[in-house]
């Protein structure tokens, strides 16, 4: 079964398998954690993924959905980015943020990855409220069939990693 660990930390800096990227579909970067990654990861992140654009991705990585990429020069073998939804209080989008996790476990699974660390998808910039974010991303992983020995939920402040340190038994 997998281990759920919890640091507060940058996740650039987490000696890793993979590390997982609240990205967007353009898969082009951004702010928040998608800037950090490809800033510490340098350009070979950015290289890989417009190859994937070109490939497989014309329209964008939709919602939900997660692929990986090589970490450049983070003390990571992968980076794998996912979409995560942005928050609705018309539309209960619940399900994509799940999807994000599973989604993102499942390609670890892929790569053999064993320890994957995963940064509060969608509680910046995507405005998820972080409570609810925590309890979902959580739950996803706990209800998920995988090979990967420790989920290492990485929070970049401290709100964050109360909201996440709740979920734990
Ligand atoms: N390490 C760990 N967590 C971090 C770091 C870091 N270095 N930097 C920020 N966070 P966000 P989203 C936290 O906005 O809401 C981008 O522009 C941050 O405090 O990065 O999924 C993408 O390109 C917050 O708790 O991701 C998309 O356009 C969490 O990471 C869009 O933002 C997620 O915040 C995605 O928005």
Redesign the pocket.
Request: proline share 3%; net charge negative.
């Given at each position: 079964m997998v281990t759920i660990t919890l640091v507060q930390?940058?996740?650039?800096q987490q000696h890793v398998d993979a590390v997982v990227n609240?990205?967007?579909s353009s898969l082009l970067?951004?702010?928040?954690?998608?800037?950090?990654i490809h800033r510490a990861g340098g350009p070979a992140i950015l290289n890989a993924c417009r190859d994937l654009r070109a490939s497989h991705y014309g329209k964008g990585l939709p919602t939900g959905k997660a692929v990986a990429t090589t970490a450049g020069d983070l003390p990571a073998r992968w980076v794998i980015h996912t979409v995560?939804p942005v928050y609705s209080q018309q539309e209960d989008r619940s399900h994509l943020l799940a999807s994000c996790h599973r989604e993102s476990l499942r390609v670890a699974d892929e790569l053999g990855a064993k320890t994957v660390a995963f940064?509060?998808?969608?509680?910046?910039?995507?405005?998820?409220p972080?409570e609810d974010a925590a309890r979902i991303a959580v739950e996803a992983v706990r209800a998920t069939e995988t090979s990967v020995e420790e989920v290492r939920f990485?929070?970049?402040?401290e709100r964050?990693y109360e909201a996440f340190a709740a979920q734990m038994p």
């Open positions: 930390g940058n996740i650039t609240a990205a967007n970067g951004g702010g928040g954690v998608d800037g950090a995560g940064p509060a998808i969608s509680t910046g910039v995507y405005s998820w972080v990485v929070l970049f402040d964050a």
